[in-house]
């Protein structure tokens, strides 16, 4: 599988990106998907993550609320619509797709999107 990411940008506090994440290659095999954020000089952070067929999120306590991640398996995409942006949601964003072909487990990346939210 394989997932690029598009959306990031500059943006002023207060305002909103949405973030597409596109797959392509074995789709059939997706599970749940989801995006994680890493700020400058810091770890990958979870941010949130939706089920296969999009009937359950959950989201980290600093976003909740401000962004909401969806899925259309129909275009084979992700989406992260992201409001009332802060300063320290600035980041590079990526999005991820669990996968089990044959009955292995394995985990996709995208290259990432750079997000950046100046106060």
């Known amino acids: 599988v394989q997932l690029v990411e598009s959306g990031g940008g500059l943006v002023q506090a207060g305002g909103s990106l949405r973030l597409s994440c596109a797959a392509s290659?074995?789709?059939?095999?997706?599970?749940?998907m989801g995006w994680v954020r890493q700020a400058p000089g810091k770890q990958r952070d979870f941010i949130a993550v939706?089920?296969?067929?999009?009937?359950?999120?959950n989201y980290a306590g600093s976003v909740k609320g401000r962004f909401t991640i969806s899925r259309d398996n129909a275009k084979n995409t992700m989406y992260l619509q992201m409001n009332s942006l802060k300063p320290e949601d600035t980041g590079v964003y990526y999005c991820?797709?669990?996968?089990?072909?044959?009955?292995?487990?394995?985990?996709?990346w995208g290259q990432g999107t750079q997000v950046t939210v100046s106060s």
């Open positions: 991820n797709a669990h996968t089990m072909v044959a009955g292995r487990p394995d985990v996709s």
């Open positions: 290659g074995s789709t059939f095999s997706i599970n749940a």
């Open positions: 939706i089920t296969s067929g999009g009937g359950s999120t």
